[in-house]
Structures are given as C-alpha cells and as structure tokens.
C-alpha cells in the first residue's frame, strides 16, 4: 500500500505545474473570448458596415495567428518561451487599448474600425506567441513523456476560456458599453504580467535549430491528420445552427454545448490514454468515434439523436490533438520543439479556414446535412492516413 502511495502525488504535482503554465493560455483565450459575440453586431449595427467587413474583423484575428507561427516559433526557441508569453500579454494590452479608442471613435466609423482591425491584428500575433510558448514551456517543465498532458489540459484552458469568455462580453457590452472590453483585455494582460514577472525561466535549449519549413515538412504527415479531422469541428460550430433552422428544429446551442462538455470529459478522462496505447493507437480510435457522431448528425431524425452526434464528435476530436501531437513533435530535435509546435498549430488553423468554404459550397448544392456526411468522410481519410503512419513507424 505504502509503496504505491508516491505516484497520485507525483501527478498531482505534475498536473499543477502544468496548470501553472497553461493559465496563460486561459487569459489569452478569456481576451480572445470576450468580444467574440459582440464584435458582428458592433460593427454591423453600431459602425454600420456591412456583414462582410463584420466577418473579415473577426477572420483577421485568425489570419494573423496563422500568419504569426512561424515568427512565434521561432521567438520560443531563441529567446525563451517565458519571454515570447510576455510579448503575447503585451499584444493582448495594445489589443485592449485600441480596442477602446475604437470604442470612444464610434462617430468617425471609419476611424473606429480602423482601430478595431488594429486590435484584431495585435490579438491575433498574442494567440500565436502565447499558443505555442505555453506548450513548449509545459513540456519542457514535466518533461516529453507528458506531452499528451500538457497538450489536453492546454486544450481545456482555451475552451474553458472561450466558453467563459463569450457570454461574459456579451454581459458587459449590455450592462455598461462596448469601451469596457477595451479596458478588460488591458486590464487581463496586466494581470498576468505581473504574474509573470517572478516566474523562473525555463533555459533556452541549445542545438540543432530548425527553420520554420523544415520543421513544417517533418510534422507535416501527423499535422495532414489533424486537419482531416478538425474540419469536422469547424462545420459543426460554423453551420450547426443553419443545420438546425433547415430542420425545423430548435435548440442548436445544446449541440455546442453538448460537444464542449464531451470534449472536457474525454480529456479529463482519457489523457493518459496516448501514453499507454501510443498517439497513433488513440489517434485512429478517436477519428472513428467522431466519423460516428458526425455520421449520426447526418443522419439524425431528431434533435435528442442530433444531440448524441454532437457529443460524440467532440469525444473523440477530443484526444486528436494530443495524440498526434506526441508523434509529431516526436519528428523535430528539442532544441527546435518551438518551431514545430508552431508548424503543427497551422494545420489546425488550416481546417477552421477550410472547413467554412469548403462546407459552405456543399450546403449550397446538397443542404446542411450533408456536409456532416464529407466531414464523417475526411475523418475517415484521417483515419487511413494514421493507420499508414502508424505502420510505417513501426517499420523503422
């Protein structure tokens, strides 16, 4: 009894570093989240532009982060990944600031907009900085074989974040004005800067340093995987609702919320799955649980059926990330771990980009229902991918 008394306690410390780390992240997507509701509406109704400059406002932010990894790489492994975080909090302080003055512009729209893409552009560089800092600094602090760990619980501050974030802003945006997030997203990044200031910095790692592309090209396999599989997380959070309004049904906000819960569960449940099974293993039993659920979306004759899809494609895109993200950064040398944490970050960024058009044209030509069909399908594909990968691994 008394022997096996030591390993709760070692994972608990574990875990806590871990959190310790990763409460970046949750203030990045907290400031991430706070306008995301309320920014259409702004610049549509309050701005007067149209729906297509409300939706470019918000895609520059994501442009940015996609545009910003390789530059956010490269900062975390020359200059630390302490240091890269405090250039994203930073960028999240400048983001609030011209947040605000967008806010006090109203009258001028154009300045005010302006002032807002501005923000958007400076919370965008912040995701990429803070998004692959805290990663590499997590798994430098525990260790590679905890990987698959710091990755999940990474994962559950960005969405627990957004899930907070989100109705929060749209509270403060009704009870006092839209100037309030400006101050909010200052004020959070001050925060943590001064949390930071004392935080020990993990040493920069000498050693073989990759260039950005070369380290896309070795993660590039296991990063084909991911976004096979993330397509069907960008269809359901983008199209659900319009999936529900053809239908004739109501309730849309419970499939994300039934897709959120289930994705935190399986993550707190199964995380140490990859290092027992192999990312590769859990991987392809993963893509299959969300071709399930998505298929069951298809084919769902009613929201409670709708509803078990949702939760089932978030069960199993759940643990996707992690575990080909073990494999992944298992192709790049540690001195480098920052750039190829980076370059596995863009194939995420690339499915949400994708899936948007890509399901979009599908819904013009066959309805909603059937882009959870392709998306079922591309799950599939991801599948087949991992199992040649999965092969040719053991092979060598």
């Known amino acids: 009894m008394s022997a096996s008394a030591p390993a709760p306690a070692s ?18 997507f907290l400031c991430i989240g706070l306008p995301i509701a309320v920014l259409p509406g702004y610049v549509h109704d309050q701005l007067g532009f149209s729906a297509v400059i409300a939706g470019l406002t918000i895609g520059l932010q994501y442009l940015a982060t996609l545009l910003s990894r390789p530059f956010a790489g490269r900062v975390a492994d020359s200059k630390g990944t302490r240091q890269a975080i405090i250039y994203g909090l930073l960028g999240i302080a400048v983001s609030g600031v011209l947040t605000f003055a967008s806010a006090l512009a109203v009258n001028v729209p154009l300045l005010s907009l302006l002032a807002l893409l501005g923000g958007r552009l400076f919370l965008g560089i912040a995701q990429g900085l803070i998004g692959v800092a805290t990663l590499s600094w997590g798994i430098g602090a525990v260790g590679a074989e905890h990987t698959a760990r710091v990755i999940s619980w990474n994962g559950i501050a960005s969405y627990g974040a957004i899930a907070i974030g989100a109705p929060l802003g749209v509270m403060l945006v009704d009870q006092v ?6 101050l909010m997203l200052t004020v959070l990044a001050s925060l943590a800067l001064l949390v930071i200031r004392n935080k020990p910095s993990m040493p920069v790692v000498r050693g073989e340093r990759l260039p950005f592309w070369a380290a896309f090209g070795r993660v590039a396999p296991c990063g084909m995987g991911l976004t096979l599989a993330s397509i069907g997380y960008g269809t359901l959070t983008t199209f659900v609702t319009l999936f529900y309004l053809e239908q004739g049904w109501y309730g849309a906000a419970w499939c994300l919320s039934a897709f959120g819960l289930c994705f935190i569960l399986s993550r707190l449940l199964f995380v140490n799955a990859v290092n027992r099974f192999g990312g590769y293993q859990v991987a392809i039993v993963c893509m299959s649980t969300e071709a399930l659920g998505l298929t069951l979306l298809w084919l769902a004759p009613s929201p409670s059926l709708a509803l078990v899809g949702a939760g089932l494609t978030g069960f199993g895109l759940s643990l996707v990330y992690p575990a080909l993200g073990v494999e992944a950064i298992k192709q790049v040398p540690v001195a480098s771990r920052g750039a190829g944490l980076g370059a596995y970050a863009v194939f995420f960024d690339l499915a949400l980009a994708i899936a948007g058009p890509l399901m979009g044209a599908v819904a013009l030509h066959l309805g909603y229902a059937w882009i959870f069909c392709i998306a079922a399908l591309l799950s599939l594909a991801g599948v087949g991918l991992t199992l040649v990968l999965s092969h040719r691994a053991r092979s060598y």
């Open 11 to 28: 994972t608990l410390s574990i875990t806590l570093q871990i959190l310790a780390i990763v409460f970046y992240t949750f203030i990045a």
């Open 177 to 182: 004005n839209f100037a309030t997030l400006g």
